[in-house]
């Protein structure tokens, strides 16, 4: 520790738990409009400026490498929609996207719908949340949050003037919205005071905002709510999901102001979702089906419920999507997502792309009326592709490739391994290098993971990525438990009381990469966010020496006093995933791996740290308070902080600053092994 190192002031603060009181000297930290917050955020900032421009040749150079290889100059292919075709676009200076259409694919920029450059005029943060397009066109709802918070102002556009409405409704949820038949009422969500969406409101165009009607309200804090509207446009569906259960209102968007049928009610452990497919429903659910089977009712009986598509174990069906003739369902099979086209008799068809791991996900398909779809696919070698797929040829056809510039794509190289965790227990694990770099234990190494909420981390192309590559790095993507890229119990193996298994496999997974001599052990840097920022946290907790540094954004480490607080947003939700530790056996289960009440004297690894101040997933004061005990309790341990102070979870929103700001991050990881 320096001198101009920042020091955060201790108070007095102790906790009750049931496993005793617990001293807590920085909870003063979680008072935002406490001027010492503010000061110290400041002062981390200030601080974190100062190391980054000690290395700003360094940065500059990855920042302009990156900067190069991108087409600053680009579009999204068109997508055809009820007689229109829409594409977004990027202009070389702009830092957001423009949305538009035209009557041919060819002149699909001519009528620009959404500029996000001039709507963040003004604004340090923009993001664009809905936008959906009215049956007859002549309509555009759309909705923007300007600080990071993730409340969201809904407004209406007329597409023929290219003005909005007066239908201005502020603090939105993006939790879907949904037109009726006739676009005479839009629905939207709005969040509860712990920013939970929890109710879902009609409102008629050109009318007060203060007339508008609640038609569905979920007081149970466990559950978020949805809304929206199936492809053929005849139905709309409000879903509430808990982490656990779910359940699903439908409404005839013909009848707007009707009351809503239930499809069926919550049941404890039971999920469903469902699409509209002609005469019948399409149900995907968890009832006696571990990892999902397909169900079908009758739109006139929605609660009678037909087997059409088996269960099978390790075959995780994620997403079931509903054409007039067909239907595209996607699984995780041995940790790789599998498309295929389901016909009506129930025959399936995978659709073949790629021999490496990648992600493969459907595209924008507006058309409920359709003989091919879109696809998306990428992996670690290859860029993000938008392809169409024939249901009559079955060939894939690509529309357009990301293209990189002043790169050869051919000199790098990926593949999967297995690493064994301390039970045995098979992790998958996604590499990519340079050609050139060799696989003799020499090599510096980024471990990527994430590994909560059944959430699959397919492998992705990232061109700032290249910049670590062509440095002679390794890049792995683990996958342990807790994510479901290996099914169901692939989750549930890493959540509540075998929650230390989404660590103890990532901490495998440095080992094998170091004593397989895939990397050098001693130069291994491992990186996350949110909840894969709690991975960092503890893996730098149980297994010090095995990093040489580690990157935390916006990370999830004040675990057992954020889930002890019903008040702070999304607690009561993150029980069933978490447990709650206000009763054994979770408080002792999540206190012996919250590295905030783990943190020691031990020297850590290197450590950059990030936080968002209107951040309503992880608020700022974890990070805050994690890096404030950790400069106390070991001082010789480097810990660089950054807390954005006009945005929230995402970090920056415009994408030089996000070049930039990925640059800055990938120094620091190049620092930590010099």
Not at 644 to 655: D, Q, T, V
Request: net charge negative.
């Amino acid at each position: 520790m320096t001198s101009d190192t920042p020091t955060a002031p201790r108070r007095p603060h102790a906790w009750t738990r049931p496993t005793g009181k617990v001293e807590d000297p920085y909870a003063w930290l979680l008072q935002k409009d406490d001027s010492e917050t503010l000061t110290y955020l400041a002062e981390e900032n200030s601080f974190c400026n100062q190391w980054f421009t000690n290395r700003t040749k360094e940065i500059d150079e990855i920042f302009l490498t990156i900067k190069s290889r991108i087409q600053e100059d680009d579009s999204s292919h068109p997508v055809s929609h009820a007689n229109w075709w829409y594409t977004s676009r990027t202009e070389a200076g702009k830092s957001y996207a423009i949305h538009s259409r035209g009557r041919t694919a060819e002149t699909a920029t001519e009528k620009v719908l959404i500029d996000e450059n001039v709507e963040a005029v003004g604004h340090d943060y923009f993001s664009l949340g809905a936008f959906e397009v009215s049956n007859n066109t002549r309509l555009l709802a759309w909705s923007s949050d300007t600080d990071g918070g993730e409340y969201f102002t809904l407004r209406i556009r007329d597409t023929e003037t290219n003005t909005d409405t007066a239908d201005v409704i502020s603090e939105t949820a993006f939790g879907g919205i949904a037109w009726s038949a006739n676009d005479d009422w839009l629905f939207y969500v709005t969040p509860d005071e712990q920013m939970r969406p929890w109710q879902v409101w009609r409102h008629q165009i050109g009318t007060p905002v203060s007339d508008d009607v609640m038609i569905f309200e979920d007081a149970d804090e466990r559950f978020f709510v949805g809304v929206a509207a199936t492809r053929s446009g005849e139905w709309i569906t409000i879903e509430s999901a808990s982490k656990t259960s779910s359940e699903t209102w439908i409404l005839n968007a013909s009848t707007p102001t009707a009351p809503l049928a239930c499809v069926a009610p919550r049941r404890e452990d039971i999920e469903y979702t469902l699409d509209h497919w002609g005469k019948e429903f399409a149900i995907t659910t968890n009832r006696d089906a571990v990892d999902f089977c397909v169900m079908t009712a009758l739109t006139a009986s929605p609660s009678e419920w037909t087997p059409f598509l088996p269960h099978v174990a390790g075959e995780r069906i994620t997403q079931f999507e509903c054409f007039q003739s067909f239907a595209v369902m996607q699984r995780w099979v041995n940790g790789q997502q599998i498309i295929s086209l389901v016909r009506r008799d129930g025959s399936q068809a995978p659709i073949s792309i790629l021999d490496e791991p990648h992600e493969a996900e459907l595209d924008a398909n507006p058309d409920f009326d359709t003989d091919g779809i879109r696809l998306s696919y990428q992996s670690l070698t290859e860029p993000h592709t938008t392809a169409w797929y024939s249901c009559v040829s079955k060939e894939l056809t690509t529309l357009k490739q990301i293209h990189v510039n002043n790169c050869d794509l051919t000199q790098y190289v990926s593949e999967r391994v297995w690493a064994i965790s301390h039970d045995g227990a098979q992790v998958p694990v996604d590499i990519v290098r340079h050609r050139d770099t060799p696989l003799n234990g020499t090599a510096p190494a980024m471990l990527y993971v994430y590994g909560s909420y059944e959430i699959s981390v397919a492998p992705w192309f990232s061109v700032a990525r290249l910049s670590l590559l062509d440095r002679g790095w390794i890049w792995a993507l683990a996958h342990p438990r807790g994510g479901g890229e290996m099914g169901r119990d692939w989750y549930l193996q890493g959540r509540l009381l075998q929650k230390r298994n989404t660590f103890t496999d990532t901490v495998a997974v440095a080992t094998h990469l170091a004593d397989h001599h895939i990397c050098d052990g001693e130069k291994i840097v491992v990186r996350g966010a949110s909840a894969g920022g709690l991975a960092v946290g503890v893996c730098i907790t149980m297994s010090p020496q095995r990093f040489a540094g580690a990157i935390a954004e916006v990370p999830f480490v004040d675990v057992v006093n954020t889930m002890s607080d019903p008040t702070l947003p999304l607690t009561v939700t993150e029980w069933e995933e978490w447990g709650d530790p206000r009763e054994e056996p979770y408080a002792s289960y999540i206190a012996s791996y919250s590295p905030y009440d783990n943190t020691t004297s031990v020297v850590y690894p290197q450590l950059y740290v990030t936080a968002g101040l209107n951040d309503p997933r992880v608020s700022y004061h974890e990070p805050a308070k994690w890096v404030a005990r950790i400069r106390h309790d070991s001082p010789s341990t480097t810990v660089v902080f950054k807390c954005e102070m006009g945005a929230g979870h995402g970090g920056p929103s415009g994408r030089y600053d996000q070049w930039r700001d990925e640059a800055q991050t990938l120094s620091f990881a190049i620092d930590c092994v010099k």
